[in-house]
């Protein structure tokens, strides 16, 4: 088990993409990351109170040891740091960057290149779910051990069609990964990561290429550059996370999974 306040895990950086405008659950009355899902006790406080949907991700990292976080956000979306501030409600610390391109993710999380070039990254995406709550302990317990480029946490894939399914073999090592497959052999998706400097630069190189391009961007996904590379010879590795899938709340049939599943064990722990 890794100490919380472990020195190697203060050096590990969370990098988390806010900037989305949430168009499959549109519209929303605040930002999908500020989602209410499930309740938490507050210190001092009586009764519970609302977690919003990214918290679940933050409490996961924060009790890996990692207390220095990025969000990438766009235009707009100032609830998010109007909630989170400067991070204390979490035992963090966390700030803000402003995201510039409307080419998706990757250019989201490229926006922290100057910040985290040198830093180890932690990377989730913030409206997804999943257990378990030590999920990147084992990532940083698997990182410890293994010379590896980029780490992923896998889940069993059971909507390949709207996933990045991961061709694993049986030591972990990720051959490749095959973009939203209308059907898949695969087993395993990803949801969360660990990298290293050098996919960070990797990213930064790429997408610096891709931009100066002059034929039209696509909008491209992380596992798009993560399979460009492990094409390019970066070592990538896969750790299953957990046996039960993750709900995505960026859908309206997550979202709905997401709130029954948390009324279930509100329920159960009110002994109604």
Not at 137 to 156: C, E, K, M, Y
């Amino acid at each position: 088990m890794i100490d919380r306040d472990n020195k190697i895990n203060r050096e590990v950086i969370v990098l988390i993409p806010a900037a989305g405008k949430a168009t499959r659950i549109a519209p929303l009355p605040c930002s999908k990351e500020l989602y209410p899902i499930g309740f938490q006790s507050l210190d001092g406080e009586h009764g519970k109170r609302p977690k919003v949907a990214c918290q679940y991700l933050l409490e996961k990292m924060r009790s890996a040891g990692i207390t220095n976080a990025y969000m990438v956000l766009r235009e707009g979306k100032w609830d998010i740091p109007a909630y989170f501030r400067d991070g204390s409600l979490l035992d963090m610390n966390i700030a803000y960057l402003m995201m510039g391109l409307p080419f998706g993710v990757p250019y989201s999380i490229d926006q922290a290149h100057s910040f985290l070039r040198h830093a180890t990254v932690a990377f989730g995406f913030p409206d997804i779910l999943f257990q378990p709550d030590d999920a990147f302990v084992q990532l940083l317990n698997h990182r410890a051990t293994s010379d590896v480029d980029i780490l992923l946490g896998l889940f069993p894939g059971d909507l390949p069609e709207t996933m990045d399914m991961v061709d694993v073999e049986e030591n972990g090592r990720i051959n490749e990964i095959v973009i939203k497959p209308r059907h898949s052999r695969l087993q395993y998706t990803w949801g969360i990561a660990v990298w290293t400097p050098a996919f960070s630069e990797f990213l930064h190189s790429y997408l610096t290429a891709s931009v100066a391009s002059p034929a039209p961007q696509p909008e491209l996904s992380v596992g798009h550059v993560i399979r460009v590379a492990i094409r390019s010879g970066l070592r990538v590795e896969g750790v299953p996370i957990s046996k039960e899938p993750y709900l995505d709340i960026g859908t309206p049939e997550g979202l709905a999974k997401a709130i029954k599943h948390f009324v279930a064990v509100e329920r159960d722990e009110s002994g109604e």
